[in-house]
């Protein structure tokens, strides 16, 4: 039987009525109601019924025939809704309230906006921004598939049926027809779909509206004051055009980006375009805000099922209190998570597989960020919400990073001078963590950099700190619970002797570290394998240098270095704005001995000099730089509140 009564309604409505069609209020919250309980021939009777609460159920989806044509406000907060497409049976609607319903991703967002034109604020917040973000979509989609469209029916023989070649061309172009990052596809196809079907029914006679035109323009509210910074691009056919005092490379032997020579006379530089720099961590979402340091950001990782090969395109960022989440291709925010008075060090990824409460499998890419409190918050990136806080440490975090075979296992390293090995655990039905600590670690000074070994995530964890680089055992069929370092490995040449900082530390591929400290102005290339063999029972090992590699000879500290092993790259920021690039590979398939000099990068890439506030942003620190697996994108950090992103053409 039904929870939901005429008598129960009158009850919970307003005004107090004793007739169903004079109710312009309902509340209906907190009934444990599920999508069954709903009933249109009775709730169809509320005809004038404005605002509905429906928030704290059970619900999955809604009747897609309520009849409530005149509803303005709907607050369906902490349900199951898994699909948001029911919602085009209330054209009126003007406030909408989603919040708490784990399943709804970014997309569900976008479509939310398309459907409901008349939509002004969206859990409680001003809908313009998104509005916007989909007029510029669908514009994009519908130039696209209309140009499949005419390429598709140019290529269409004269005895083949026009009903039936049509009906291909909607498979065609949701199979074909791609924009946008990766988190955004299911609107995209939803997109793709609808046009395509929109100009097979008119027979390509009538191209389908790109924009929206039924918002009014009242709805539209002033955007959140971000400024974003305006890049020099270069035409596809002229080098990138800066102005005439840009700096001059601290490395006389480095060429400058777009450079044809590499460091050995016969590398081609790589071809990288500025796409985009946003300024989105501002303080108080401040335009004039060229001061908060950004610290790091990290890809999405891209094992998603159907995704098998794909080149991941968002990455996460860090810095002030804000968390960004940003689409590398078209340079959209998807998600700011902000924490008043957190200042945030470090994000990584994982992806864990959740049990729904109707039985189904669900994978959710979860994105751990910390700094300052030494909390690490548990964000569920496409629902947009933080699902989880672990109260790691008493001291700042310094750094984390996701076991690469274990993807509930976490590791913090904090100025308390500890590293905690913690499973994060699955989400419980109520979509809460419950991370329990595996393992402890002691270090002598603050850890900096961590970075689980390539050939042996399982066993071994280096880690780079204010005092040398450590590694520990972490393997968890061992009895001890808390460790301290088992070796310390020093570096033969002044750069990382004993006892001195090590901030940049990652592996090149199975074997070689890449690793960094302040002063002398080089990054360090050794091999793993030689120096743990050689180690016998000693726990100060002097590391098996490969190589080493010139860089900027300031003795500012905290520029880390990062590494893409797919494409045998080493990359490193410095004080200048520059971005250094070194491709390893020729170097290290060298026969012995390699050449004992400091190798010069392969190209350095020049601080664009985009334009802010009126002025040209001459000069800033590049804390930190990474790119996607296939190199198809970098993304660095800067000290004055610019994420920069470029394109490899």
Not at 21 to 41: A, C, V, Y
Not at 319 to 329: N, R, T
Not at 383 to 408: D, M, N, Q, V, Y
């Amino acid at each position: 039987m039904s929870p939901l009564s005429t008598r129960l309604l009158i009850q919970r409505g307003r005004p107090k009525s004793d007739r169903l069609g004079k109710i312009r209020s309902l509340d209906l919250s907190g009934l444990k109601l599920r999508s069954e309980h709903l009933d249109p021939k009775l709730l169809g009777r509320l005809r004038q019924l404005q605002e509905l609460d429906l928030s704290n159920n059970q619900l999955d989806t809604l009747p897609a025939n309520l009849g409530l044509s005149h509803l303005r406000i709907l607050r369906c907060a902490n349900n199951q809704l898994g699909d948001v497409t029911f919602l085009c049976q209330f054209p009126q609607l003007e406030e909408l309230s989603l919040e708490g319903n784990p399943f709804l991703t970014v997309s569900d967002n976008l479509k939310v906006s398309f459907l409901l034109p008349k939509l002004r604020k969206v859990n409680g917040k001003e809908a313009s921004s998104t509005s916007s973000q989909v007029e510029n979509l669908n514009r994009e989609l519908t130039s696209r598939v209309t140009a499949h469209w005419e390429k598709f029916m140019a290529a269409l023989g004269p005895k083949e049926e026009a009903e039936k070649a049509q009906a291909d061309f909607v498979s065609s172009a949701v199979r074909d027809v791609r924009y946008g990052p990766e988190s955004l596809s299911e609107f995209t196809q939803w997109r793709v779909r609808m046009i395509s079907e929109e100009l097979v029914a008119s027979g390509g006679t009538q191209v389908p509206k790109a924009d929206n035109p039924e918002r009014p323009v009242e709805a539209a509210a002033p955007h959140e004051p971000r400024t974003r910074l305006a890049a020099l691009k270069r035409p596809d056919d002229a080098p990138l055009n800066l102005s005439p005092n840009k700096r001059v490379c601290t490395s006389p032997s480095a060429q400058v980006e777009g450079s044809p020579m590499g460091s050995d006379g016969s590398q081609a530089g790589l071809k990288l375009e500025p796409l985009h720099f946003l300024q989105c961590h501002s303080k108080n979402n401040s335009p004039r805000d060229l001061e908060t340091q950004l610290w790091a950001c990290a890809f999405e990782p891209t094992g998603e099922e159907g995704h098998s090969g794909a080149t991941s395109q968002t990455v996460a960022t860090c810095g002030g209190e804000a968390v960004c989440v940003i689409d590398c291709q078209t340079g959209i925010v998807l998600h700011k998570y902000k924490v008043p008075g957190e200042e945030f060090f470090s994000v990584a990824w994982t992806a864990v597989t959740v049990i729904t409460q109707a039985g189904h499998k669900k994978r959710w890419s979860v994105l751990a960020a910390a700094g300052l409190r030494g909390l690490v918050r548990l964000l569920h990136v496409r629902a947009g919400f933080c699902c989880g806080a672990i109260r790691a440490h008493k001291k700042a975090i310094a750094t984390l990073c996701f076991s690469p075979t274990h993807e509930t296992h976490l590791f913090t390293a904090s100025y308390d001078k500890r590293i905690i090995l913690w499973d994060i655990g699955i989400p419980n039905h109520d979509y809460e963590f419950q991370a329990s600590q595996l393992l402890m670690l002691d270090t002598t000074s603050i850890p900096l950099r961590l970075c689980p070994v390539a050939s042996c995530p399982d066993a071994y964890l280096l880690a780079g700190c204010e005092s040398g680089c450590c590694c520990w055992d972490v393997r968890l069929d061992q009895p001890q619970k808390r460790r301290v370092c088992e070796v310390e490995f020093t570096f033969s040449e002044g750069l990382e002797a004993s006892g001195q900082r090590v901030d940049g530390l990652a592996f090149v591929n199975e074997d070689v570290v890449a690793s960094k400290g302040s002063g002398l102005g080089t990054i360090c290339l050794w091999s793993w394998k030689q120096s743990w063999a050689g180690r016998g029972s000693q726990v100060t090992v002097a590391v098996v240098v490969l190589a080493r590699l010139q860089w900027s000879p300031t003795e500012l500290a905290y520029f880390s270095l990062s590494t893409c092993p797919g494409e045998g790259i080493v990359l490193c920021g410095d004080e200048e704005g520059n971005v250094w690039i070194y491709n390893v590979w020729h170097l290290l398939n060298q026969k012995s001995p390699l050449p004992a000099a400091p190798q010069a990068p392969t190209q350095i890439l020049k601080w664009p000099q985009p334009w802010a506030l009126d002025q040209t942003v001459t000069k800033t620190m590049v804390n930190t730089v990474v790119a996607n697996p296939t190199f198809t994108y970098l993304t660095a950090l800067t000290d004055s509140n610019i994420v920069a992103i470029w394109k490899r053409q």
